[in-house]
Every structure is written in structure tokens, then in C-alpha cells.
């Protein structure tokens, strides 16, 4: 059985290129090892060339300067340096957020409240979508920073970051915007976005695990959050891990934009119009919902609700038939708590127990596309089928 993986949004596959530029490095290492980035030796000077050359390939895919790019472990620890990395010893302050951001901020921004800042958090309209106005009304004198989301992880749904940054940082406050399921899949220009920090993923790209990026405007204010060397800047001590960064660089310098940006939305429209067709075909009468529908979406991910189907059944039996899904975000997966992004938008707990989250990658083909829609079509209309027979005997209720 070939198997065939939409769950990008999770974690891209390691692409070709940085595999190979990876590859590369590890061959090569056994004439000149790969010393520490900061050696003064020639392994040393090696990998801070290899360091260096990522850093570049990185910055030129957000149109930042090398300079702005700060190396870190991945999109989480991005998201902590920047919210963390802006406060400063004295006088807690106010923070914005939207209810439909990663744990990785909404965290982040709590961890500020333990410490005594404000925090608010604005909502969402049933799109998913986050309003500027709503936004802008929370703001004050005190307020330090903004976090919102390029596009989000579990919907696609993008948000109008330019118009939102511009009004934030009109009034002197720091804009941030978590930018993990965006770099890579649509053109991302930092200072179009008029952005002060940015979170990048290696491993939602096609690079590797382990490493991503911060992007810190000139200027704005940064400090560690851990406490060690100089390096990277003194913004983010510890040994660069020169292997990792010759993956994302390579992974960076293989976007390819517009096009594949065209093609996964194209495949996703199929996607979604095929799985439509089927269940018209079919004789279960299941509705399908797509959740964002009507709002912009990053080109590649669907979240669709099945009415009363048990979204576990559904990811397990795909499992089997080949197809790699998930119930919603990976970190909540396994979590008996409903997805918070849903529930933001609107949806009840039901809803969310019925909705799976599929996600293509650059290396999705519309076969794979074609034969997914059958199988989840099937699979909906055999668990339908099931759902039905307790039911009318009178149990089974979830
Ligand atoms: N932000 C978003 C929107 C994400 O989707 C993820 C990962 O799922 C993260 C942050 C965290 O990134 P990482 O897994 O690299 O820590």
C-alpha cells in the first residue's frame, strides 16, 4: 500500500533539497569536520560559513536583512522570544492577542499574566477571521505588543496582518505575528507586512526539526530568554546548529512561489469539490461543513466537519486505508479538550468531535487527491452507517 500523507501542517516531510544539502554536509564532514560555528579553526570557520549562507537563504525568502534573522529551535521558541524577549525590568504592561493563535503564543502571553501583565484577547468571527476594529479598540497607553497570526495552523484562515500591524504600530506599540503555517506557502515580505518580529518553522517547510527562525526588525527590542554565549547576536545563546541550518537554508532556497502556492490551492479546491460530489453521490445524507470557507485561507489545508461522525473513527480508519489526517492541531491531538480555535469560531463541542483537519504539501499529486476524497467519502459513509445502528436501538449517544 502506498501511503499518502496530508498532514503537512503538522510536519512537512523532509524535502529533497534539504536532504540532500544535509547529506552533503554529513559526507563532506569526513574530510574537514564540522567544528563549532564560533572556533577560530577551519572546521570552525566551515560551519559558520554553512551557518551563514542559511541565514541568507532565510532572510531573502521573508525580504529581511541576514541581520534580522535570529537562529532558534523552531516555531515555538520563536513565538516565547518574541513575546517573552520584550519585557523589560520595571512596570508590567498590556498585551493583545486573538483567541485563535498556537499555544505557543496564547502561553507565552499568559506566562506574562502570571507575571502581572494584562493580557486581552480578541476574538473571532465565525470565518475565523480577525477584525482590525476589534483590535484597535483594545489598545492603550500602556499596551507593549500585538500577536497576531499570519494564517492559522488547524483552518488556514489568514488574517488581514498588514492592515492590523499598520494601526499597532502607528501608536508606538511592537507587532508580532506567528508566521509558521504562512513562510513558505504564500509570499511573505516582512516589511510590506510592516512587522516588528516574525515566527518561522523549519520543519513546516520541508527543512528539518529542530531549528527555525526569528525575524527581529533593526531596532526592536530583544532580550534572551536564556542566559549563555554571545552567540546569534547575543539574542539567543547556545551552539548553532550548523547541520540543521544547512536543511532550512536549502528548504528556504527551494520555494517556489507563486507556483506552488497555485498548485496546493488548486488541489485543495479539488479536494474539497470531490468530497462534495461523492456525498451527493452517495446515500448517506452527511453534511459537510468547511470550516473558513468564506475567508481567505492559506492554499492547502481544510478543515471540514462531517455532522455526526466521531472524528477519531474517521482519522484511524483513513489511517488504515493509507491516508495520514488529524482530528485538528497535532499538539491538541490526544487532548480530550475541544479545539479552542473552533470553539472561537463558533462551532460546539459536537461540531468539533466531527471535523478533521487535511493539510497537502508541495509534493501532494492530484492523484493522491482523487483517491483521498473516495476513501474519506467511503470512510464517512461507513461510520455513518455504523453510527446509525445504535442509534436506533436507542444507545450509543456520544
Ligand atoms: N505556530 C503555529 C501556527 C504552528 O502551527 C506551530 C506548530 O504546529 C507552532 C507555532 C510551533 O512550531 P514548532 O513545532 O516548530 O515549535
Avoid at 133 to 148: A, G, Q, Y
Avoid at 233 to 258: C, H, I, K, M, Q
Wanted: glycine share 10%; aromatic share 2%; hydrophobic share 40%.
Amino acid at each position: 500500500m502506498r501511503r499518502v500523507y496530508l498532514d503537512h501542517n503538522a510536519t512537512s516531510p523532509l524535502g529533497p533539497e534539504a536532504r540532500s544539502a544535509m547529506r552533503r554536509l554529513l559526507d563532506e564532514e569526513a574530510g574537514v569536520p564540522l567544528g563549532n560555528p564560533s572556533s577560530p579553526h577551519a572546521s570552525g570557520h566551515r560551519a559558520r560559513l554553512v551557518v551563514e549562507e542559511a541565514r541568507r537563504a532565510v532572510s531573502r525568502l521573508i525580504g529581511a536583512a541576514p541581520s534580522e534573522v535570529v537562529f532558534v529551535s523552531g516555531g515555538t521558541e520563536a513565538d516565547n522570544l518574541a513575546i517573552q524577549g520584550i519585557v523589560e525590568p520595571g512596570e508590567p504592561a498590556h498585551l493583545v492577542t486573538s483567541s485563535v493563535e498556537h499555544p505557543a503564543v496564547l502561553e507565552a502571553c499568559r506566562k506574562l499574566r502570571e507575571r502581572g501583565w494584562e493580557l486581552t484577547v480578541v476574538g473571532v468571527d465565525r470565518d475565523g477571521r480577525v477584525h482590525p476594529d476589534d483590535v484597535m479598540k483594545t489598545l492603550r497607553r500602556e499596551t507593549r505588543m500585538v500577536s497576531i497570526m499570519t494564517a492559522n495552523n488547524e483552518t488556514g484562515v489568514i488574517q488581514p496582518i498588514r492592515e492590523i500591524a499598520a494601526g499597532v504600530r502607528e501608536r508606538g506599540i511592537l507587532f508580532h505575528t506567528d508566521a509558521v503555517q504562512s513562510v513558505g506557502k504564500r509570499e511573505i515580505d516582512v516589511g510590506a507586512l510592516g512587522v516588528d518580529y516574525l515566527a518561522i518553522s523549519s520543519h513546516k517547510m520541508g527543512g528539518p526539526v529542530g531549528i527555525g527562525a526569528l525575524y527581529v526588525r533593526e531596532g526592536a527590542p530583544l532580550r534572551p530568554l536564556l542566559q549563555g554565549g554571545g552567540q546569534e547576536r547575543r539574542r539567543r545563546p547556545g551552539t548553532e546548529a550548523a547541520l540543521l541550518a544547512a536543511g532550512f537554508g536549502a528548504a528556504a532556497d527551494a520555494v517556489r512561489l507563486p507556483g506552488d502556492e497555485d498548485r496546493m490551492r488548486g488541489l485543495r479546491d479539488l479536494l474539497e469539490a470531490e468530497v462534495r460530489r461523492h456525498l451527493a453521490v452517495s446515500a448517506v445524507d452527511i453534511g459537510l461543513v468547511i470550516n473558513g470557507e468564506a475567508a481567505p485561507r492559506v492554499a492547502g489545508t481544510s478543515s471540514m466537519t462531517f455532522a455526526g461522525i466521531d472524528n477519531e473513527a474517521l482519522v484511524i480508519k483513513m489511517d488504515l486505508a493509507g491516508y495520514a489526517i488529524s482530528t485538528g492541531s497535532a499538539c491538541s491531538t490526544g487532548s480530550t479538550r475541544p479545539s479552542h480555535v473552533l470553539s472561537a469560531m463558533g462551532l460546539s463541542s459536537t461540531a468539533i468531535a466531527s471535523t478533521v483537519r487535511i493539510s497537502l504539501g508541495p509534493s501532494t499529486t492530484e492523484e493522491e487527491i482523487r483517491r483521498a476524497a473516495e476513501a474519506l467519502t467511503d470512510a464517512v459513509a461507513e461510520l455513518a452507517s455504523i453510527g446509525r445502528a445504535p442509534l436506533a436501538s436507542g444507545a450509543g449517544s456520544r
